[in-house]
Every structure is written in structure tokens, then in C-alpha cells.
């Protein structure tokens, strides 16, 4: 997990910012992105894909890893997935994450930041980056990036479950299960829902 982060600090970038996503298919909330540059690479809890840990096992991590790193997280709503698409909107949420953590940093430091990226994206940066396919299971700092993301969209959708409890967001998060499904059949979708998304309602 550390053989990208090792071959750029032997190229004499010692500041690697890990950057993954969150939400990208759901039919409801955010999608969220979050930018990692982790200060320390010795960890007492299992980094990884988030999609591979336990609620538990990232939670413990999500607070590890904001202890050990400089971070930011970004959602962009489903108001402007829908006005921009949800690739775009993916693109910007990661945008914003990585200039938000840069701000962070001095002019010096900003020399020897090299960014990792989750997936095949290409993003507008000041700054040099390779975009990585299945990046969070190969990069310890886009890993912790994903867990991150992950955790901080589930606590927006947890919030949205108080909110509308009948949804059940609490349980899915938003993805299209089959419960979300018959919801939405019963009882139509809320403020939340992604309009564009809503094309699935047709084969339910």
C-alpha cells in the first residue's frame, strides 16, 4: 500500500496527498470528497479501500487517520449533481478538497506535494498528480482519503434519516436497494433525491 507513496518521496515528493470520493452512486445527499496528507504512515488501525472495512473498523480509522494527517472534506449537494452531472460534481468536490488542504501548506512545502487520485479522473490542479484505477487499494493515502469520505457522507446521511426517517437512509446511505426502491415507489422521493437519478424508478 505504500509503493507509489515510496517511489515519489525517492523523486523528492516527501508531501503526497491522497484524494478519493464518496457517493457517487447513491439516489440521494451529497457526494463527498476528501483530500489526505498523512503525516505519519504507521497505523494502529487496518487502512484500506473503505468499502472493505467495517462501520466499526472505519470509524476507528476515520479518527486515526485526522490525528496522523492534514485533511479536507468537501460534499457537493445533489442540487448541483443534478444541474452538472454527477462526474462533474465528483470532479469539484475533489477539486475543492485538495485546494482547501493546500492552504494548509507554505510556498516552500507546496514544491514537494505530488497528489495521488482515486480512479481515472483528470482534475484541474496547480499541482503535478497521477489519477490511479482502483487507487484506494493500492495507496495508503488515497485509502485513508476514501475512509474519510465515506465516513463523514455516511454522518450527513445518518442526519437525513432523522430528518426522513420512512426512507430508511440510515440503513443505505442512499444507494438504490431494494428498500430504498419501494419507498420511493410508495411514497416518492424527497428534497434529497437526485432528479437526474430518478430514471430507475422506471424499472422498479
Known sequence: MLAYEKKLKNEGFDLIIGVDEAGRGPLAGPVVAAAVLLKNFSFNNRIDDSKKLTHLRRKNAFFEIRSKSLYAITAVG???????????????????????????LNAAELKRVFVLIDGNLRLKLSLPYQSIVGGDGKSLSIAAASILAKVHRDAIMDTYDKIYPQYGFIRHKGYP????????????????????????????
Open 177 to 204: 436497494t431494494q428498500l430504498h426502491r419501494n419507498v420511493l415507489k410508495e411514497i416518492g422521493p424527497v428534497t434529497i433525491h437526485r432528479k437526474t437519478f430518478l430514471r430507475c424508478l422506471e424499472k422498479i
Open 78 to 104: 445533489h442540487k448541483q449533481i443534478d444541474r452538472i452531472n454527477i462526474l462533474q460534481a465528483t470532479i469539484l468536490a475533489m477539486q475543492r478538497s485538495v485546494a482547501k488542504l493546500i492552504k494548509q
